[in-house]
Structure formats: C-alpha cells, structure tokens
C-alpha cells in the first residue's frame, strides 16, 4: 500500500482544479495595423484586446492612429485621442488588473520642451484616482506606474496640442482564471485500479 501512496497523490494532483493566477499583458494595439497615410482613423465605440476593452470617453468615438507617412510616426501603432478625450481601459470580465507601466511618445516629436498628461482610473473601492505624468521624450519611452488592484485606468488627452502623446503600448498583470481540465475516463480507470490492487494486496 505504501508504494502506491506517491502513485495516488500524483494522480489526485492532476485531478485539483487549476487556480487562478497573475497573466502579463501587453496591450499594443497592433490590430490597427498603420497605413502609408498621415492619420488612420477608426470609427468605433469600442474595440477588444487581450481580454480588455478599450473607449474613447468624451470624443465621437474615433480612435486614430498615425500612419508611416505622418512626420511624427515612430515606428510602431501608437493610439491617439483628441483633445480632451481619454482612452479608458477595462478588463472585460470586471476584474481588477495593476497597470505596471506605459510606453508614450509625443505626439510632436520636434517639440523640446516636457509634456504633461493625466493618467488615472478607478480604484478597487470605486473612488476615482488620477496622476500627472512629466516625461521629455520625442520618441517611445517606457514609464513606470504601479497602479495596483484598480478597475479601471486612462489616459487623457489635454487641449494643448503639445502635451498630446502617442500610447504605444500599456503593460499590465490580470488576474486570469485557468478553468479546470476535464479528466479523461481512463484516468478514473486508472485510479480506481490503484485503488483495486491496494485492496488485494492487504488481502494478502
């Protein structure tokens, strides 16, 4: 019996649902491929990513993105909203997430001076937060915000053109729920015959 106690566990550790755990994210928009024009614009309320919706709040539903002719195009598919909008994330099942970190560009690239933009969201406990964020990088820079276990996160577009940014990427940890395996009959089969020789042995 003792030696097909290591069989048994094994087996009942294949048959334990799978817990939940932390899953990276990284939403990068590249859906909106960009076209060889100045400006792409996407007439949509809404769009999905990755499990997580994305909306313009407070603008005519058009997502933009800078095409390859454009002289502030950095390489990348980069969202941009117009001015006074924000482009608010939410994962699509109402979970929480942390958003760990931001990679923006500006949206003018030959502007010297800093921009300042407003980042922020909704808590776990339903309170709204929010944050001015100062870089001065012309092109794509990653920046760090640790926003942890909230509901939801944006970034607003100021009026001033020259604070105006390009979102090229957003990183985030969900909470992602792995639904359990459903386990094959023969591995029943197999139990119940650990199970039968155990007998038989003590029989013995």
Known sequence: MLRLLPSLALLLSLMSPTLSHAAMVILDFEQFAPQ????????????????????????????????DLHSSYIGDVAMINQANTKLQI?????????VLSINVARLLVNVTSDITFEVGGIDTFGNPFSQMVTTDAPLSQNIALNFND????????????????????????????????????????????LVGLAGIRRMR
């Open 90 to 98: 939410t994962e699509t099942d109402a979970s929480n997430f942390d």
């Open 36 to 67: 060889t024009v100045g400006v792409s614009f996407f007439n949509l309320p809404a769009f999905s990513e990755s499990g997580f919706d994305v909306v313009e709040v407070g603008g005519d539903n058009k997502f933009a993105v800078l095409g």
């Open 150 to 193: 909230i509901a939801s996160f944006y970034i607003l577009a100021g009026n001033d053109i020259e604070d105006r940014v390009q979102l090229s990427s957003v990183s985030i940890n969900s909470e992602a729920t792995v639904s359990a395996v459903p386990i094959p009959a023969a591995a029943w089969l197999f139990a119940t015959g």
